[in-house]
């Protein structure tokens, strides 16, 4: 029987005939992603789902998908997907990264015109019949600075526009290398930096617990009066209440904004003000994207449910068929020692190794390298997959090596990922064990077994007495229970390390008060999804 899959987002009809071509069925229902109880009712008839942001792919109706074996997302954002169900029950998740970063980028330049001449609001009065040439007293673009928050693929179009347009341009990325700066000819700041010297402020970073809310009342205070920012990311970046504020007082002379906390944006309180260009989230919106994430979409699906080809998968590797079984449990290793040492790092990440050791040096060391990169960059940007991790790497700079060689230890293979940035060089090996479960072996040269938690705290300090009573006291006193933990030192007085299992996410203040002490010389809270 041919495999079936529903369209319930309104995609080029591209996308339709591709999946015909292939073979394949396919219903086209452009309103049914609308309508949440119309499509529990029918998802269970289809192998594959092509969406847009429209559909909501909620854990209730992936249980309900019982036939379901790819979602294929239109785009290149999965806000609307919930990943760890999918995994769960094994649906691969694919999108496409660089269909439509032309686009978006174009759609943020021509927001930073509009909203520096007034132009969709000088259009409105002169069809009113009016002639308001003095009202709408624009400025200038050339010669002034422009604020990138987030250099990556969209990012970094938008740099070498503006500089086409003889601005200067300075950026904020943590994966920003000063080579990568130097090649796209813009300036590396941090983020303080670039608040007090921009005149315009474009934001092109996903929306992560690091950037909820980057630009609210304090990020303002540190800009210049009358600075103007674009927003056609993610809503949820800046925080409107915050932004309204500052544009009526003038601190902020005007915004354009394409996304927005809550969409459908029917009602906001950025709506009707002057000096604001709203767009009903157009980044994507052009025939060119579309017709790309289109047909990118329906050719990946259509690969995977003919030939198990896996491309551009979000919780997938790029691997075939063959070597799958054997693969998976160290793809997941590869992704946890990754997660591990991205959560730990705030620097701009230099350079990076994998070693793969006795038996790993024999497998598909590109996916799992690549499975490295994902797990080390999503704390950063968490759309990131196995496919775009490396180009994303590339795009910044950071030089990626591996090593293979033969067995050197009691293990029959494992991993080792070092990572090295203008401030320290972090390393963490890790195995597979019988069960077919990632371990931690070796985390700051330091050797441990430890298995992984999906709520951990880990701390490094001087091997000394009473840092264990003292994390048992600070969990006590606010009612973190302990579940497990692991200790490690590399000699009597040396360096130690601490890793402690949780029943839930270890609470941020509890977390200042264990960095406020003297001894632990640094913790951090640590989440892996340690699903199948």
Not at 215 to 229: E, F, L, P
Not at 335 to 358: H, K, W, Y
Not at 488 to 495: E, F, K, Q, V
Request: charge should be neutral.
């Amino acid at each position: 029987m041919a495999p079936r899959v529903l369209v319930s987002d309104k995609l080029s009809p591209t996308a339709v005939d591709i999946f015909r071509q292939h073979g394949i069925e396919v219903d086209y229902e452009p309103d049914l992603g609308k309508d949440k109880e119309a499509l529990l009712s029918v998802i269970d008839k289809y192998d594959g789902l092509a969406i847009r942001s429209a559909t909501k792919v909620t854990e209730k109706l992936i249980n309900a998908a019982t036939n379901l074996k790819v979602v294929g997302r239109a785009g290149i954002g999965v806000d609307n997907v919930d990943i760890p169900a999918a995994s769960r029950r094994g649906i691969i998740v694919m999108n496409t990264p660089f269909g439509n970063s032309i686009t978006t980028a174009e759609h943020a330049i021509a927001m930073l015109f509009a909203v520096a001449r007034q132009i969709p609001q000088a259009n409105a009065s002169t069809h009113a019949g009016k002639w308001e040439k003095n009202r709408f007293m624009g400025v200038e673009i050339t010669g002034k600075t422009l604020g990138v928050i987030g250099c990556g693929n969209i990012g970094s179009v938008v740099a070498m526009r503006a500089i086409g347009l003889k601005m200067h341009v300075v950026a904020f990325d943590p994966f920003l290398s000063t080579q990568r700066a130097e090649e796209l000819g813009v300036e590396k700041v941090e983020l303080d930096e670039l608040f007090a010297r921009a005149d315009f402020i474009t934001l092109h970073t996903p929306l992560t617990d690091k950037t909820r809310g980057i630009i609210d009342a304090a990020a303002i205070a540190k800009m210049k009066d009358g600075v103007r920012i674009i927003n056609c990311a993610r809503g949820g970046l800046i925080v409107e209440a915050d932004l309204v504020e500052a544009l009526k007082s003038g601190k902020v002379a005007g915004a354009g904004i394409d996304v927005f906390e809550v969409e459908p944006a029917t009602e906001n309180p950025l709506f009707n003000l002057p000096n604001v260009v709203c767009t009903p989230h157009l980044g994507a919106a052009t025939t060119e994207a579309q017709e790309n994430v289109a047909l990118q979409i329906a050719e990946q699906m259509s690969d995977y449910l003919i030939k198990g080809a896996v491309t551009n998968a979000i919780n997938m590797p790029s691997i075939s068929a063959e070597e799958a079984p054997r693969l998976k449990p160290f793809i997941k290793l590869a992704e946890v020692l990754g997660a591990f040492v991205g959560q730990v790092t705030e620097e701009p990440i230099r350079e990076v190794e994998v070693v793969f050791d006795g038996a790993t040096a024999n497998m598909n060391t590109r996916a799992l390298v690549s499975a490295t990169l994902a797990g080390l960059i999503r704390p950063q940007v968490s759309d990131v997959n196995m496919v775009s991790a490396p180009i994303m790497a590339k795009e910044r700079g950071v030089i990626v090596s591996e090593v293979k060689r033969d067995k050197s230890g009691v293990f029959d293979g494992y991993i080792k990922l070092t990572v090295k940035t203008s401030a320290k060089t972090r390393s963490i090996a890790g195995t597979v064990f019988s069960d077919g479960k990632p371990r931690f072996i070796q985390i700051k040269g330091i050797n441990l077994d430890a298995e992984v938690g999906e709520h951990m705290l880990y701390t490094t300090n001087y091997d000394t007495p009473g840092i264990i009573g003292l994390l048992g006291t600070v969990c006590a006193k606010h009612g973190v229970n302990i579940a497990n933990f692991q200790l490690g030192r590399n000699r009597p007085g040396g360096d130690a390390i601490a890793l402690l299992y949780l029943d839930a996410p270890f609470p941020q203040n509890v977390l200042q008060e264990l960095l406020a002490t003297q001894s632990i010389l640094s913790a951090k809270r640590l989440h892996f999804d340690v699903g199948a």
